[in-house]
């Protein structure tokens, strides 16, 4: 994770963050996400209206979350502002 500080503010936790989505559908309600959160900073003034609007890295492949025996691979899951569109 990174920056520091903001490791710093979910060391407890290990950078797991609860929360909702603002998408319909996914996940289904009562599911839960396990991700990487990426942030899409935007390359122009109009804010992520099309594709070439931001840029997010892509997954890291080595990412996963362990519990036990049990092993899964973290998404990506990307949080970009309201486009200006």
């Known amino acids: 994770l ?5 490791v710093d503010n979910f060391r407890t936790t290990q950078g797991r963050i ?7 559908g996914a996940p289904f309600f009562g599911q839960r996400l396990l ?6 900073e935007p390359k122009t003034n109009l804010m992520h209206c099309t594709e070439s609007d931001y840029s ?15 092993e899964s691979r973290l998404i ?8 200006k569109c």
Request: net charge neutral; hydrophobic share 35%.
């Open 56 to 70: 997010v890295p892509a997954p890291d492949e080595d990412a996963v979350f362990r519990r036990g025996d049990h």
């Open 35 to 40: 991700g990487r959160l990426v942030w899409g």
């Open 18 to 24: 609860n929360g909702s989505t603002a998408t319909f």
């Open 2 to 6: 990174s920056p520091e500080s903001l």
């Open 76 to 83: 990506n899951i990307i949080i970009v502002r309201r486009g």
